[in-house]
């Protein structure tokens, strides 16, 4: 394991938490359900759960957004930060929810095929048009 410790917040500070170790390069999902949550689309790093953890959780609130997943956000602020798999063993983090310098870059986007028409995406390395569901209709 690395011995990197990083931290992060919500733009109030009422949710801190810290990773330790290295995380995951930032993904871009273009799904339906990120766009709604976040207003373009989410840029996430991950972390295994036993390298994660919430230090303060004072605004924290946990949303479930479908049956494959919940998504945390400050109830104070409104700051997008989490989202959880059900039955997966890592989380994803808003990646602009870091403190200082990352390290990150983006590897590549996720659900291209629901994207918003008043964009275009740039940047990684690979454009998944959908994991698992047709347009309009992704449930992450």
Same mark, same amino acid.
Request: aromatic share 10%; hydrophobic share 30%.
């Given at each position: 394991?690395?011995?990197?410790? +990083?931290?992060?917040? *919500? %733009? *109030?500070?009422?949710?801190?938490?810290?990773?330790?170790?290295? %995380?995951?390069?930032?993904?871009? *999902? +273009? @799904?339906?359900? @990120?766009? &709604?949550? !976040?207003?373009?689309?989410?840029?996430?790093?991950?972390? &295994?759960?036993?390298?994660?953890?919430?230090? &303060?959780?004072?605004? %924290?609130?946990?949303?479930?957004?479908?049956?494959?997943?919940?998504?945390?956000? @400050?109830?104070? @602020?409104?700051?997008?930060?989490?989202?959880?798999? !059900?039955?997966?063993?890592?989380? =994803? /983090?808003?990646?602009? !929810?870091?403190?200082?310098? !990352?390290? %990150?870059?983006?590897?590549? +986007?996720?659900?291209? =095929?629901? &994207?918003?028409?008043?964009?275009? /995406?740039?940047?990684?390395?690979?454009?998944?048009?959908?994991? +698992?569901?047709?347009?309009?209709?992704?449930?992450?």
């Amino acid at each position: 394991m690395s011995d990197e410790i +990083h931290s992060g917040s *919500c %733009l *109030c500070g009422a949710v801190r938490y810290e990773v330790s170790g290295r %995380l995951r390069p930032v993904i871009g *999902c +273009h @799904c339906t359900q @990120c766009r &709604k949550q !976040t207003g373009h689309y989410m840029a996430a790093t991950a972390a &295994k759960l036993g390298n994660f953890k919430i230090t &303060k959780d004072d605004g %924290l609130r946990w949303f479930r957004s479908s049956e494959r997943a919940q998504r945390a956000f @400050c109830q104070i @602020c409104g700051s997008t930060l989490f989202w959880q798999g !059900t039955g997966r063993d890592y989380v =994803a /983090i808003a990646a602009g !929810t870091l403190d200082g310098e !990352t390290g %990150l870059a983006i590897a590549g +986007h996720i659900f291209c =095929a629901d &994207k918003g028409d008043y964009y275009e /995406i740039e940047g990684g390395d690979f454009q998944e048009p959908s994991r +698992h569901r047709p347009q309009g209709s992704s449930t992450s």
